[in-house]
Nanobody, 124 residues
């Protein structure tokens, strides 16, 4: 079993940056594809980014491509999301999630474990 804890959210002005972290428990972190999702008020949870076991494969939602960077440090059991050029429409609760598949997925049913979320608010 994997437990996930997000941190790094907060309030930032448009154009600013934040770095989210996702700390995972368990010795098998390196065997999970890891994803970031977000959910704005009144909207469904949506895919943001995913990274494979060895960081060789990453994928991003079109809305964040070129602005966000996903990375992981398997030695520290931690995943990151560097968010630059933030926009008000990026405001949401951001969740990290773990998928035990070797194949990366962009849909929520593929992910077995979820963190509690961290709020990101971007002011205009």
């Amino acid at each position: 079993q994997v437990q996930l804890v997000e941190s790094g959210g907060g309030l930032v002005q448009a154009g600013g940056s934040l770095r989210l972290s996702c700390a995972a428990s368990g010795r098998t972190f390196s065997r999970y594809a890891m994803g970031w999702f977000r959910q704005a008020p009144g909207k469904e949870r949506e895919f943001v980014a995913v990274i494979g076991w060895t960081s060789a494969i990453t994928r991003y939602a079109d809305s964040v491509k070129g602005r966000f960077t996903i990375s992981r440090d398997n030695a520290k059991n931690t995943m990151y999301l560097q968010m630059n050029s933030l926009k008000p429409k990026d405001t949401a609760v951001y969740y990290c999630a773990a998928d035990p598949s070797i194949v990366i997925h962009t849909t929520t049913p593929a992910y077995n474990y979820w963190g509690q979320g961290t709020q990101v608010t971007v002011s205009s």
